[in-house]
Each structure stands twice: as C-alpha cells, then as structure tokens.
C-alpha cells in the first residue's frame, strides 16, 4: 500500500499540492486523473523521491520516502516520467536491460538477461533491439522506456501518461497488460491517463486532483460522471452507457 | 569489437613506448633506462589522469563538449599555487617540504572544485549554457588572478611557478612521482570501481533516482575524482587545454559505447598513445622542437569548435 499523509509542496509561495492524504490500495490499477497543471506528475515524483519532500509522510509498505535507502525501494517501485530525458546512443537492448540495475548492480545473471529478453518480447521490441534510441519513433522509443521499467519488475509502478505516443494497438496492449500484472501477479499500478474513457475501462480505482486538492475518488462507474468533467475539468462532456459500458464524450 | 580494438590499441601503446624508451639513446642503459622510465611513468600517469578526468565529468554533466580543463579546472590549481608562492613568498614556498605544499594545494583543489562545481552541477534542471558561460568566466578569472599574482611576484620567486603553468613534456618534474602516481592509481581504481554506476548516471537524473542511485552524492564523488586527478596531472606538466577533449572524443569514435567499462580503457589507451607518441614522434623521430602541447591543443581546439558549431546548427 501507498500511503501519503498531510503533503503539501509548493515553489517558492506557489503551493501546488495542498494537504494530500491518500491511501493506494495493493493489487489494482488505479488512475490518476485531472486537468493540466493539477499536480499529478509532481505527486508521483515525490512518491518515487525524485524530489525531496517538503512536509507530509509518503510509505511504500514499511519503506518511508526521504529516509530508507534507494537502493530497496528501486526493487519495490519504479517509475516512467512524463517526458522521460533518454540517452540516444544506447541501443534498446542496452536501454532495457538497465531495468535489472537495482538487482544486479553490474554484473548481471542469467536470470536478469531472460527477465530482459522477456520484456523485449512482452513489448515487442525484437526487430529493434540492437537500433539506437535516437533512431526511433516516439512511439517505439516509448515502448523501449516501458519495456526497461517492466524488466524492473516492482510490486509498485507509476506511470506518467503512458499512452503518450502510443497508437491505439500499443495504447490497448499495454493497458490490458498492466491489468493481468495486477490480477494475477498482485501489482500496484498508478497511472496518469488524460483519456478518461481509458481510466473507466481499465482502471479499478479512480483519483481525481484539481489545483493541487484531491478531488472524488472511487471506482470509474460510481465517480465519471456528467458532474465530474464540469467539476474537475471544467468542460461539457457527457458521459454514455453503452452495453454497460461508458463512453466519453470526445 | 571493443576487445579487439583495445587490444590493437595497446599493442600501438606498446610500440610507442618501446620507441620512447630506446630511440636516439646515447650513452649508457644504466642512466637511460631509469631516466626515461621515470618520464614514461610521469607521461602514461598524466594521460589517464586527463582522459579519466575528462570521462568521468562528461557523464555527470551529460555532455560531450564541456571538460575539466574548459571548465577551468586546471586554471584553479595553477591558481592555487600562485597564490600560495605569492603569499608566502618563494622562500617560505620552497622551504616547506615540497610533498606538503603539494598536498595541501590538493586539499585546498579539491575543496574549491567542490564549492565552485558542485552547486553547479548538483541543479536539478541542467543548463548546459549557463555551464558553460560559468566555466569560462571561472576560467578567465582564475587565470587573470594567476598573471595579476605573477606580475607582483619577485622575477626570482616567479622561476618557481613558471614551470606550473605551462605545458611541457620534455622537462617532467619527477621529484613527485611516487606520491603522485599512489593519489592517481588510487582515483583511477576508483573510477574502475564506480564503472557501472557510471554507466546508469549517464541515463539522467530520473532514471538514475529510479534504478537507485544517488545522483547527488555520485556527482560529488566524482568532482573529488576529477579535482585529484586534474591536480596531479597539472602538477607534472600543467595545463593541457584539449587533450582531454580530443581523446574521449576519439574514444567515443573508436569504441562507441555507453559502457564505462569499455570507454574508460579506451580513453586511457588513446590518451596514453597520443602522448607517449606524440612526444617519440616529436622528439626523437622528427626531431622538432615544437612542443608537442601546441600540437595537441591545435588539433583539440579545432575539435572543440567543430563541436560546438554542428551542435548550435542542430
Ligand atoms: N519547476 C517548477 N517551478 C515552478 N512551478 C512548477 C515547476 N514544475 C511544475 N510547476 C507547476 O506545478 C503545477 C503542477 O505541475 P504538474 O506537472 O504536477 O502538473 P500535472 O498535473 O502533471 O499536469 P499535466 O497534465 O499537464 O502533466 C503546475 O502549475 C506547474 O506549472
Ligand atoms: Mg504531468
């Protein structure tokens, strides 16, 4: 479980998250979703200590953020963000088989060599393993990214925007990949989606923020409502039952 | 591929040290031999203080432009001898033990790399202009400080730091070389040692945090690396402004990898092999009297710019 008490952040006097206290649950997907500029990337960055936090408490199971070792938490938690920076000269195989680092830390086993042929399959990245980054399209390179935080093989795993790039075959693949890690592999998954009819299909838990508050939380056919859109993203689009399905106005 | 071209790299090492050690000899082995020995030592020492040096501060900066030596490292340490001739006047300067004002000009490098690099390279958001225009601002007013200080200096006392501050490879100051070579083989074994964390530091701030690395402490790690090796190399044959620039470029070229381990060795052979070469084929086969320094920073300087204008254009 995720668990975040009382943390605000801010720049200078800008606040930007106020007082957010939110439990993750283990196992499940759980979206999270807001309007440009609601803080979302910023919470998942303190999650994954890539900023230090300023005041509030976040745990990872018994591991708390600031103070236990990077090291144990880059086995349990990792993280793609938004716009990840890439280091064009490796090659895609190079670039997964970072993912095993924490595990190995240099020297890696014939198990961290078939976890990261693995996630080359998983992502289909085969044909392009040994092409630079730099030769990629971004779609590609994004399946690259998400292929080295697969080979990680964390418990948690927060996901900025992911389907960034993704055509709707990869965008589909990936999310349904992400529910069987849950179901039946007990994964924890936060994701940032801005496609709502993403996060009602596929996510089991729903968190909303605007302006840096936490907004409804809940699972999608209780919480994506009319009101919700008007409320949290502040536009007109209705919400359709199709088949007991939603559907988003586009 | 790398294997074999580091191989066929160290056996041209190997032929141009032998050229070193044995062309144009005149008179007896016995004096030759320990003689030029203790240059080679001295020359091998400084090129893999320099490429490492270079190598290891490209990774933390994430570019492949900027090196100690444009960053002004060197400038520092001869900034920090000339102060210290100046304010202890070369009498004092010279009755010290040579070892201690060798090491406390180390401590005192490393410390001032340290307050001067480390806010800079520690922004969570790189800016490589402002870098940039920082290293050479520091650089100008290091050496600006350094000439003000030498003006000022008694043109007796001046004789001491004249050897400091410029470069020069056929007149190595040995004296040192024991000490020396213990502070550099130990950086370098650890730059070895931090091979691979090396490699993870060059994905970036976020992905390095994410594999479990502290990108804070590594940069400091390194900016000591870099500091003691820059002082050592400094101290043998001053400031060589693009050698270091010209053989990690090299190795990138010759070895292209993202893998410290391959790219350490690599830069340390061509560096060795410039020098080593360089000087035999200077010295002994042509024999010119050109120094082999201006030769080098002729060639570096004109990489640099050549760098610098294909990656404005893009
Ligand atoms: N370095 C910074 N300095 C000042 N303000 C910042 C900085 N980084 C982010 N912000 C501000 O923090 C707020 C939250 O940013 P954040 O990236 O968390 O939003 P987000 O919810 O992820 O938005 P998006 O959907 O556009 O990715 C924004 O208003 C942004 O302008
Ligand atoms: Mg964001």
Known sequence: MISVSDLSYGYRDTPILTDITLEIPKGGVTALIGPNGAGKSTLLSLIARLMPLQSGRIMVDELKIGTCASTDLAQRLSILPQVPEIAARLTVAELVAFGRYPYHKGRPGAEDLAQVETAIEVFDLQALAHRSLDTLSGGQRQRALLAMIYAQDTDYMLLDEPLNNLDIAASRALMQLLRQMAETHGRTIVIVLHDINYAAAYADHIVTMKEGHLGPCGAPRDIVTDALLRDVFQTDAKVRRLDGKMLIDV | ?314
Request: charged fraction near 10%; glycine fraction near 8%.
């Open chain 2, 1 to 314: 591929m790398h294997a074999k071209r580091l191989a066929f790299l160290s056996l041209a090492l190997g032929v141009a040290i032998t050229g070193y050690m044995v062309l144009g000899a005149r008179g007896s082995w016995s004096f030759i031999l320990p003689f030029r020995g203790a240059k080679l030592a001295a020359l091998l020492l400084v090129a893999m203080s320099i490429s490492t040096a270079t190598l290891l501060f490209q990774t933390i900066a994430r570019n492949r432009i900027l090196t100690p030596s444009i960053m002004g490292f060197d400038a520092l340490y001869v900034m920090i001898v000339t102060l210290a001739v100046f304010f202890l006047g070369s009498r004092n300067f010279l009755a010290i033990p040579e070892l201690v004002t060798y090491l406390t000009a180390l401590a005192v490098m490393v410390l001032a790399a340290l307050l001067l690099f480390g806010t800079l390279l520690l922004q969570t958001r790189e800016d490589i202009m402002r870098m940039m225009l920082t290293g050479v601002i520091l650089g100008a007013l290091f050496r600006s400080l350094t000439s003000f200080a030498t003006r000022m200096i008694d043109p007796n006392e001046y004789a001491v730091i004249q050897v400091a501050s410029y470069a020069r490879f056929n007149q190595i100051d040995t004296d040192l070389l024991g000490v020396s070579a213990l502070l550099c083989l130990g950086a370098l074994l650890a730059a070895w040692r931090i091979r691979h964390r090396l490699d993870v530091l060059a994905l970036g701030r976020e992905a390095a945090i994410n594999l479990g690395l502290n990108p804070r402490r590594a940069a400091i790690e390194v900016l000591i690396l870099v500091a003691v090796l820059v002082a050592v190399s400094t101290a043998f044959v001053g400031p060589i402004a693009f050698l270091g620039l010209l053989v990690v470029s090299l190795a990138h070229l010759v070895t292209p990898s993202g893998s410290h381990a391959i790219l350490l060795p690599s830069a340390a052979l061509i560096s060795a092999l410039t020098l080593v070469g360089g000087q035999t084929l200077l010295d002994r086969v042509l024999g010119l009297s050109t120094p082999l320094a201006v030769v080098i920073d002729f060639l570096g300087g004109i990489l640099f710019l050549a760098l610098l204008l294909t990656r404005m254009r893009r």
